[in-house]
């Protein structure tokens, strides 16, 4: 079997405390199982590194990022640099450059989790466009310091774009078994951008006939991840929607403690990256407080990613199983156990499950 080459950046805050917990989950699993081969090597490219270089990673970087297999990357952001300079200096160029243009995010209310909005089962992922819409560094201000200062911010909104986004949507939900995918649109409102996104979103539907299309406005749609969770399959969304989307739900399933993503490159053309969607958590960090499972869970979209189904899987019965007997929580969980006691209650954890599973 070959070998998966595995880039770790750390970053800033309480990445660097809760990838140490996800790379010792990781090295645990390699030395349980040998036929999962994994190399990691751990890049420092942080705000710490743009204070000492004037830069957030070498010049380099991307051409030596490209020849691995994935990346698992912590979170960054730091007081002392502004938050754009970390995100488009760091984050945006490695998602452009590996065409990362899907960002996945799984919505599942975990065993031993309970939702206060609803008693049913959640478990839905929301697709998010992550390559252009309306992030981009396109626009102008004029006038400034003026009264009749004006800022331009311009959404792109590409027809190749929005299909890619909506394919990669419907053919998780065939995949997976669900029925339907909800598009999230402003169509009433933006007229422009958003009607695009709905006619390439309802074109490759039509590709689909087994699998229902729902659009929701997003303000409504915000609303309806509160009042019902439990109903949504795949929801598909741009750039900036797909982001509130992305926290909202994680609110509702446990808060960000609990929420992973995968920025993938479907085609595998370059490497992906996982991540968990919180930042680097300024308010707690150096507490050794942060809950590791997001990154934790990051790691086993990647091994799932890497074709290892069968580990990710051990992972989280794992999570579960420490969620379920509550003895140890982080603060965010209301317990009072700290990132590393709860990255060993999981490790014990997938001890137990693979020697079991070994019948040892
Ligand atoms: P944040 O996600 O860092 O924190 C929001 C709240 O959630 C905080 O109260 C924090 O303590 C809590 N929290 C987050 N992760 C947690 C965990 N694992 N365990 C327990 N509690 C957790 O978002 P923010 O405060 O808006 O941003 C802080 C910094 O992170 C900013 O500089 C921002 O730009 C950056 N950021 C980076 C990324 C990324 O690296 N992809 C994502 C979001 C924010
Ligand atoms: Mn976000």
Redesign the pocket.
């Known amino acids: 079997m070959t070998s998966h080459r595995i880039a770790v950046l750390p970053?800033d805050?309480?990445?660097p405390e809760?990838m140490k917990e996800a790379v010792k989950v990781l090295e645990l699993l390699k030395k349980l199982d040998p036929s999962l081969k994994i190399e990691f090597d751990t890049f420092d490219w942080s705000s710490e590194y743009y204070l000492r270089h004037g830069k957030m990673m070498p010049e380099d970087a991307l051409d030596t990022l490209k020849e691995y297999d994935a990346i698992l990357?912590?979170?960054?952001?730091?007081k002392r640099v502004p938050?754009d300079v970390?995100?488009w200096e760091l984050?945006m160029p490695i998602r452009k450059k590996f065409k990362q243009y899907i960002n996945l995010r799984p919505v599942k209310l975990l065993k031993g989790v309970s939702c206060r909005f609803t008693d049913e089962d959640i478990d839905f992922v929301i697709v998010r466009e992550n390559a252009e819409g309306e992030y981009s560094n396109s626009g102008g201000r004029l006038y400034q310091g003026l009264d009749q200062e004006i800022a331009v911010q311009n959404t792109i909104i590409t027809r190749t774009g929005t299909e890619k986004a909506a394919r990669f949507a419907f053919e998780y939900a065939k995949k997976h078994g669900k029925g339907t995918v909800t598009s999230a649109t402003k169509s009433n409102a933006i007229i422009h951008s958003m009607k695009l996104w709905d006619e390439a979103v309802r074109e490759v539907g039509q590709k689909f006939q087994a699998i229902n299309l729902q659009s929701y406005y997003i303000d409504a749609l915000a609303a309806y991840f509160v009042s019902k969770p439990e109903e949504f399959e795949v929801v598909v969304a741009s750039n900036l929607f797909g982001d509130i989307l992305s926290d909202l739900g994680s609110a509702v399933v446990g808060?960000?403690?609990l929420s992973p993503s995968a920025n993938l490159n479907p085609e595998g053309e370059f490497p992906s990256m996982f991540?968990?969607?919180?930042?680097?958590?300024?308010?707690?960090a150096g507490k050794g407080?942060?809950?590791?499972i997001?990154?934790i869970w990051s790691a086993a979209l990647m091994l799932e990613h890497l074709g290892r189904k069968d580990l990710a899987a051990v992972i989280m019965e794992s999570i579960e199983q420490v969620l379920v007997q509550k003895e140890v929580q982080?603060?965010?969980l209301g317990g009072n156990a700290t990132t590393s006691e709860m990255g060993s209650a999981i490790r014990d954890a997938i001890q137990q499950l693979l020697l079991v599973k070994e019948g040892r």
């Open positions: 970053g805050g309480i990445g809760v990357f912590g979170a960054i952001g730091d938050d970390t995100v984050i808060g960000l403690g991540e968990p969607v919180h930042g680097s958590a300024p308010d707690i407080i942060a809950n590791p997001a990154q982080t603060p965010d």
